[in-house]
């Protein structure tokens, strides 16, 4: 993991400078003449990670979305209405389970819920 890199002679911040010609990375200080080689060639590293329900709450109106498929097989446990939109998780771990999440299509309704 990356974390942040100080100068030993002057405590400020450490900069990442790459050497073309010998393919090397150095931590480089902008206030002084310190350098050091980094031991990872990793600079920055970037990860966000979502909840399966914040997926579900950036969009709102998901029970008119074209693109997802439908079943009328799986009633509503809030409104029992028997139309609903479903899709499932993008799982990033290889041992985790299927998990389909369920969105009613009654438009007094929109609740959502996930398979057992």
Do not use: G
């Amino acid at each position: 993991m990356s974390t942040f890199h100080f100068c030993s002679e002057c405590n400020n911040l450490l900069y990442p400078r790459e050497d073309r010609e010998s393919r090397v990375l150095f931590y480089e200080c902008r206030n002084c003449d310190h350098s050091e080689t980094a031991k990872d060639s990793c600079v920055f590293r970037h990860i966000i990670t979502h909840a399966p329900s914040e997926q579900t709450m950036v969009i709102t109106n998901l029970s008119s979305d074209p693109t997802l498929p439908r079943t009328n097989r799986v009633p509503c446990p809030k409104c029992n209405h028997n139309e609903a939109v479903f899709f499932q998780t993008q799982s990033r771990s290889v041992d985790s389970k299927m998990t389909l999440y369920y969105v009613c299509c009654n438009p007094n309704c929109n609740h959502r819920w996930t398979s057992a």
